[in-house]
């Protein structure tokens, strides 16, 4: 399920099978009981996920800032130092993601640059859209004032 998925997943779009091979050997499937605190804000980021199934919450300090089902990726704290999660994510209900071990993916970085360039390439949309769904809130925040 994990190939089939990250195969046809929009992240990945456009890439090569050899560099899809990549990130499917370092991934593997995982389920998450609801009420489930998959990422921890200020803790070590070292993985990245892609929901399959299920709802998150995207959290700082408490204050939900997106929630995010099936296709979402999330996480990418582990690109920019100091690896530490800006954010906390807890599943609304029983969710399944596909968990990619960044700390991996950095090794096959070192050898292959061009998926290294993918990755940031297509975790650039993964980051604008958070800051667009931050954005919204605060504008949601300043309404109710």
């Known amino acids: 399920m994990v190939d ?12 090569d ?9 370092i991934s593997h499937l995982r389920t998450y009981p609801k009420d489930y605190r998959i990422i921890e804000e200020g803790f070590y980021a070292d993985k990245f996920f892609i929901i399959v199934s299920g709802l998150v919450e995207v959290k ?7 929630i995010l089902g099936a296709g ?8 920019i130092p100091p690896y530490t ?7 609304i209900k029983e969710t399944i993601c596909i968990v990619i071990d960044t700390e991996k993916l950095k090794e096959i970085f070192k050898k292959e ?4 360039y ?6 650039f949309f993964v980051v604008s859209n958070r800051l667009k769904g931050a954005r919204q809130k605060i504008v949601e925040l300043c309404l109710k004032r």
Do not use: A, P
């Open 17 to 25: 099978d050899k560099y899809l091979q990549n990130i499917i050997d």
């Open 118 to 123: 993918l990755i940031y390439k297509s975790m």
């Open 113 to 116: 640059k061009e998926i290294e």
């Open 85 to 91: 999660w800006n954010f906390s994510v807890d599943t």
């Open 60 to 66: 700082s300090m408490d204050i939900v800032l997106q």
């Open 72 to 79: 979402e990726v999330v996480g990418w704290s582990w690109l």
């Open 4 to 15: 089939s998925y990250i195969k046809n997943h929009s992240f990945f779009h456009g890439w």
